[in-house]
């Protein structure tokens, strides 16, 4: 039975850190790995920014990949960037594809597969990876890890039963500029820390009203050619297939699918909205710096179009962590953290609410006086430190008194903070070419150090006692909180949440911890 306890989980991982846990390769390949065999689940979008770097980065060969739209395999095989590389996409097309990830991991015995990217849908992170960590197979999951409370008991249970890797997609993680920052916040000059807000400009596909209606009304129509429908749906409870929305429409900005390609996201069934596509990175900053662990309670203070099958178009949760002790400064007490949440884009219309709180920062002449549409703000006692960029690489902060706040970089009371946590380093890995955002972030050092990993290579971090630094003992804790939250814009009021009995005192929000999972699909 796994604890959100921060102190529980190092306590518990002490041994396995001793035994070589974080390195995982030593039942695989006696220490000295040639390439990694992966695969990988669910291959366009997120999925492809996911396999690709480890592919390029020349320690990982793809020996099996799998998608519900087999369309999907097309798409990737001729994407300009494969085509990149000379041989890739001659290589992909013999590479052996599924539609169904069971039938996958039932050939296990002749692909050998010792990796898996997960980059589908937030309803099957768990089914799919908990099943193949059994088999002692490595998994870097997409963020959110999981969906529900209750998988992520059974992911941290199977990892950790079978001794493998893992690596939760929040991909700013691996940063230089994340790692910096977090060392900032640890090292206490922002005084006692009471107050956290986190926003972002999410959802940006159908949620609220619209997606309700679109799930349960518009016309059902035959699957498109190409499409397992059956393994898409996977635990979720059977639905037919209905008609897409209109091109052109707002609704149809990503993708024109009602759940499939893209906005799924925005239902219960299927995703964890808003708060699951972006809290993962938003709050990492925050729940690292602060060393938070424990959620003690939850709830809704503002909601808008609420219903039961969609997440709401906007929203404000305030989330209660436990006071704890200081693994970095040992005894040092750090007290009770309120947190906010808000998202639907409450920020697109210059709202006073956190400009009101951050005056330092919307002062600097690149915000003219207005709060960027996506960020995180931690308020102490000896002042604040901001962060407007999603994944956490840049942080401004200003100390009591200052008017005006300055990049971490240039503050001279940050400069004699000590580098305590090891990087892996801003500049590309392995040959790898530089992108744009987020693939750019994961490529350099977070994709290559879950397969360092996995290879023994590289320093154990302290806060998951592995080679990976978004390993289970820090990405369950956080998710369990993430998810108190998503319960929370379901069932209205204050929901107090015991992680030792893994309840709530609410029957309703209780008959979410579980989800649905259809007979075949068990894990």
Request: hydrophobic share 40%; net charge positive; proline share 5%.
């Amino acid at each position: 039975m796994f604890t959100t306890s921060r102190r529980g989980f190092l306590q518990g991982a002490g041994a396995l850190s001793a035994m070589g846990m974080a390195g995982g390769c030593a039942s695989l390949c006696s220490g000295s790995c040639g390439k990694i065999r992966l695969a990988a689940v669910g291959v366009m979008g997120k999925g492809y920014s996911d396999w690709m770097p480890m592919i390029k980065s020349g320690l990982a060969e793809l020996v099996a990949w799998c998608d519900a739209d087999a369309n999907k395999r097309v798409d990737a095989i001729n994407h300009k960037n494969t085509k990149k590389v000379p041989g890739l996409a001659e290589k992909l097309a013999k590479v052996p594809f599924y539609t169904d990830y069971r039938k996958m991991l039932d050939d296990q015995s002749k692909l050998q597969i010792q990796a898996m990217t997960v980059s589908t849908p937030d309803h099957m992170h768990a089914a799919v990876a908990v099943r193949a960590m059994k088999m002692g197979i490595h998994v870097y999951v997409q963020k959110p890890l999981v969906r529900t409370i209750w998988e992520a008991h059974q992911f941290f249970d199977a990892a950790k039963a079978n001794n493998v890797v893992t690596q939760m997609g929040n991909q700013g993680s691996g940063g230089d500029g994340f790692r910096r920052n977090v060392e900032i916040v640890q090292s206490g000059i922002l005084g006692d820390v009471t107050e956290v807000h986190v926003w972002t400009n999410r959802p940006i596909w159908p949620q609220g009203f619209t997606a309700m209606k679109a799930a349960t009304t518009r016309e059902v129509v035959a699957v498109p050619p190409g499409l397992d429908w059956n393994a898409w749906l996977g635990v979720a409870a059977g639905r037919p297939y209905r008609k897409p929305y209109d091109k052109g429409t707002p609704e149809a900005r990503f993708n024109t699918g009602i759940f499939h390609a893209f906005n799924w996201r925005g239902y219960f069934d299927f995703g964890a909205g808003a708060f699951g596509d972006m809290a993962c990175h938003t709050m990492n900053l925050p729940f690292r710096g602060l060393e938070l662990g424990v959620v003690t309670d939850a709830e809704c203070t503002q909601i808008e179009e609420a219903n039961d099958v969609a997440y709401p178009t906007k929203s404000t949760v305030k989330l209660t962590y436990a006071a704890r002790e200081s693994r970095v400064r040992p005894g040092v007490k750090l007290p009770e953290v309120k947190l906010y949440w808000y998202d639907g884009d409450q920020q697109k219309d210059g709202d006073k609410k956190l400009a009101d709180l951050m005056p330092a920062v919307v002062a600097m002449p690149q915000y003219a006086g207005k709060v960027p549409r996506t960020g995180c703000l931690i308020v102490g006692s000896k002042g604040i430190l901001c962060s407007c960029a999603d994944y956490g690489q840049q942080a401004f902060i200003a100390l009591k008194g200052e008017k005006v706040a300055k990049d971490v970089k240039d503050h001279e009371a940050c400069k004699v903070i000590p580098v305590r946590i090891p990087r892996r380093s801003d500049a590309p890995a392995g040959g790898m070419d530089k992108s744009s955002g987020a693939a750019s972030l994961a490529a350099d050092g977070h994709y290559i150090e879950f397969l360092d990993a996995i290879n023994g290579k590289g320093p154990v971090f302290g806060c998951t006692h592995s080679r990976a630094y978004a390993d289970v003992e820090y990405s369950i804790p956080m998710m369990e909180a993430i998810l108190v939250g998503t319960v929370a814009q379901q069932v209205p009021g204050k929901l107090n949440w015991c992680t030792k009995k893994q309840c709530f005192d609410n029957a309703a929000a209780n008959t979410l911890i579980k989800p649905v999972i259809r007979k075949g699909f068990e894990f």
